[in-house]
């Protein structure tokens, strides 16, 4: 890391301007991903890379502590966040591209380039005096991140303090935001069972027919008079396994291996 | 290397990140735009602390992560508060206040 930040100088090297180019042109394109993908799992990971290239231009700059921070908080804890959520509520959820509002797509495309150009006039008008780099800053306290801690518990203390009341007030929020009331005491297991016996059908479902030449859990069952039923199998396979269907000439070579004869395939395929 | 260029990158990102807020219609999205905005907003502090020399903008930009993370954490639990009585993350769909 002091090797690293030993090689940026005050006024910017070229090693710095070809990270810098390479990771601003990841950041945008990563940006503009999240902008346009229909899938929010494509979002969230692009921007994921957008974030990652903003903590190699936070390394660049002087800031190692943010840099590892920003991956750490940011791609690691917010993003997989932001994942588990979507797989909580589906992520096969596209979004539909119907506009809602008429024309409201282009008007907020112009407003932000709008807005952009402003910011950039901003900008260009300000002269940026390179005197003063971060080295300094760095090298004061003995590192980077001893003169964070510095300024954080010494002149940003209370402001610090308050962030842990912030903190725990989200962890709160959250817990119960996220808990689920129950409005029907819980079933004893006493009166589970009498509601199974009294359902009619106290005894386990079929097991699914995994014969020895469907090693699959979706095939389904036989019943004793040899028919198939559906309810063997799992819920969500079961329109494909309606679908496959059972193979009687599989049971049949299951039967005569059974009785110790051997498989002749040439018959079976003619068969079917 | 002229340090405004980083200045322009985070104007760049800032607005890509607006016109997410405004055009997408999944919650998730829009709060994943708020968050690149969030991340503009932490590029200009650190450039800033950088030109003028002292730590206090990346200080700043520690507490901006730091309010970020709580803010992603009751976002997330209201929209799966809302995604369990409404069914959708979109956000044309919660309107029962509309009329």
């Not at chain 2, 991340?39 to 650190?46: G, K, T």
Request: contains cysteine; aromatic residues 6%.
């Amino acid at each position: 890391m002091s090797g690293l930040l030993a090689a940026v100088d005050q006024t910017g090297s070229t090693g710095e301007q070809i990270v810098f180019w390479v990771c601003a042109l990841i950041a945008v394109v990563g940006a503009v991903g999240m902008l346009v993908s229909r899938r929010a799992v494509h979002s969230a990971l692009f921007i994921a890379t957008t974030m990652i290239s903003l903590a190699v231009l936070y390394i660049t700059q002087g800031a190692p502590f943010l840099g590892m921070a920003q991956i750490v908080v940011y791609t690691g804890a917010v993003m997989m966040l932001f994942l588990f959520v979507l797989m909580l509520i589906g992520v096969d959820s596209a979004e539909s591209l119907v506009e809602t509002l008429k024309g409201q797509r282009i008007a907020a495309i112009v407003l932000a380039i709008g807005f952009g150009a402003l910011l950039f006039a901003a900008i260009g008008n300000v002269t940026v005096n390179l005197a003063v780099g971060i080295d300094g800053a760095n090298a004061a306290d003995g590192g980077n991140v001893q003169g964070i801690a510095h300024l954080i518990f010494d002149r940003y203390l209370l402001a610090f303090e308050v962030t842990s009341a912030l903190l725990i007030t989200a962890a709160l929020g959250a817990m119960v935001l996220a808990h689920r009331e129950r409005h029907t005491p819980r079933k004893s297991q006493r009166e589970q069972s009498q509601d199974r016996v009294r359902s009619g059908e106290p005894q386990n479902l079929p097991g699914p027919g995994v014969y020895a030449l469907h090693n699959a859990v979706g095939t389904p069952g036989l019943l004793p008079d040899g028919s198939p039923t559906d309810r063997s199998v799992p819920e969500p396979l079961r329109g494909v396994s309606a679908a496959v269907g059972v193979d009687h000439d599989d049971t049949r070579r299951v039967n005569a291996l059974a009785a110790g004869g051997a498989i002749i395939p040439g018959v079976e395929e003619e068969k079917s | 290397m002229n340090p405004a260029n980083y200045l322009y990158l985070s104007a760049i990102l800032f607005s890509i990140g607006a016109v997410g807020v405004l055009v997408r219609r999944n919650a998730i999205v829009m709060f994943m735009c708020v968050e690149l905005m969030l991340n503009a907003c932490n590029l200009a502090f650190v450039s800033f602390s950088r030109i003028n020399g002292n730590l206090d903008g990346q200080v700043i930009a520690f507490f901006v992560m730091v309010v970020a993370a709580a803010e992603v954490v009751v976002g997330l639990a209201i929209i799966m508060t809302i995604f369990r009585t409404r069914r959708s993350a979109s956000v044309d769909e919660a309107n029962l206040l509309k009329y």
